[in-house]
């Protein structure tokens, strides 16, 4: 079997006809909508070893960029529900696009099936050290100092990067003009060129930038601090009570999964991100073990795509 450059198997094919999954006849594949080197990315490659070993399966990583993450999810909605193709989704493509205005006609919850959530991701504002900013505070008071106000990189429009910003400047009256870029990493880039003085990203892609003190953390969007961080303080916590936009990665198959295999991925994967060698992999990518089953992730995805609905709106109308 030909490798190409956006995939990478785990596992032998030897070993397929000795599989514990019920249905998957052949070597199984994880979509990763994002590109190599991305927080998705990484996980995938963390859980498919995993998987590949307890399982006793080949597992195949398949990278398949577009859409905000939308499209991977598509070719998983897509697939025949043997268990042979699963995909990871993030927040935006599975709780925030569709409530886009013009996004493709794809409903995540109608047209796959949950697994299990995998990862919290830290979302962190983070600023240029020569931009003197070094609190929400800070960065209120400096966007309002002159008409144009401050402007800001995100991961792309309606990406949960962009949406936590939006509402801190519904919260605090900020000046604050978007500036969407493919990705964290060329937001970050620019960001430590100078060419920017603040970016939302997430944490596993300035981790290193923080600590070297290259880049100055704001806060993080979520509610909480992150036990991986936590001397990064919360938006919320900086006077702004009630902050909450968080990130999350999760692994879902076709909706007409059965339940056999659905509950097979998710015990394997519930050992995985349990595993101590796991653990420290997702730590050093900046992500927090976040476990959920197949049916209370189902649910935490209809509660977070009730609470992104207003917030997408919110944008739209700015």
């Given at each position: 079997m030909l490798i190409s450059r956006r995939?990478?198997?785990?596992?032998?094919l030897a070993v397929s006809t000795s599989r514990a999954l019920a249905n998957a006849s052949g070597p199984v594949t994880i979509i990763v909508p994002f590109a190599p080197g991305a927080s998705s990315d990484?996980?995938?490659?963390?859980?498919?070893?995993y998987l590949s070993d307890s399982l006793k399966m080949t597992i195949v990583v398949d990278n398949r960029v577009?859409?905000?993450g939308a499209l991977g999810l598509m070719a998983v909605s897509r697939a025949s529900a043997d268990g042979n193709t699963i995909g990871i989704g993030a927040t935006g493509a599975v709780v925030v696009n569709p409530h886009v205005a013009g996004a493709p006609a794809f409903d995540p919850i109608k047209q796959l099936a949950p697994i299990a959530k995998l990862v919290d991701i830290p979302l962190v504002l983070v600023a240029s050290p020569s931009s003197g900013l070094r609190s929400i505070s800070d960065v209120v008071a400096k966007s309002k100092e002159t008409a144009q106000g401050l402007s800001f990189g995100s991961t792309g429009v309606n990406?949960?990067?962009?949406?936590?910003?939006?509402v801190l400047k519904q919260m605090?009256?900020?000046?604050?003009?978007?500036?969407?870029?493919r990705?964290?990493?060329?937001a970050t880039t620019d960001v430590l060129g100078g060419q920017l003085p603040l970016a939302c990203v997430d944490l596993t892609s300035v981790a290193e930038q923080i600590k070297a003190g290259n880049l100055v953390p704001i806060g993080v969007t979520a509610a909480k601090r992150f036990?991986?961080?936590?001397?990064i303080p919360t938006i919320a916590e900086q006077g702004l009570k009630g902050f909450d936009v968080p990130a999350?990665?999760?692994?879902?198959?076709p909706s007409a999964l059965p339940a056999e295999v659905i509950d097979q991925f998710s015990g394997a994967l519930s050992k995985a991100m349990s595993d101590t060698d796991v653990s420290a992999r997702v730590e050093r990518l900046a992500c927090q073990s976040a476990f959920l089953g197949a049916k209370e992730f189902a649910l935490f995805i209809r509660e977070q795509s009730d609470k992104m609905k207003p917030l997408v709106k919110l944008v739209e109308k700015t």
């Open positions: 995939t990478i198997i785990f596992g032998t990484g996980i995938a490659r963390t859980v498919g070893t577009g859409g905000g990406s949960s990067q962009h949406l936590s910003i939006e605090t009256g900020a000046k604050l003009e978007h500036v969407p870029y990705g964290s990493a060329p036990s991986i961080a936590p001397e999350w990665l999760g692994m879902f198959g």
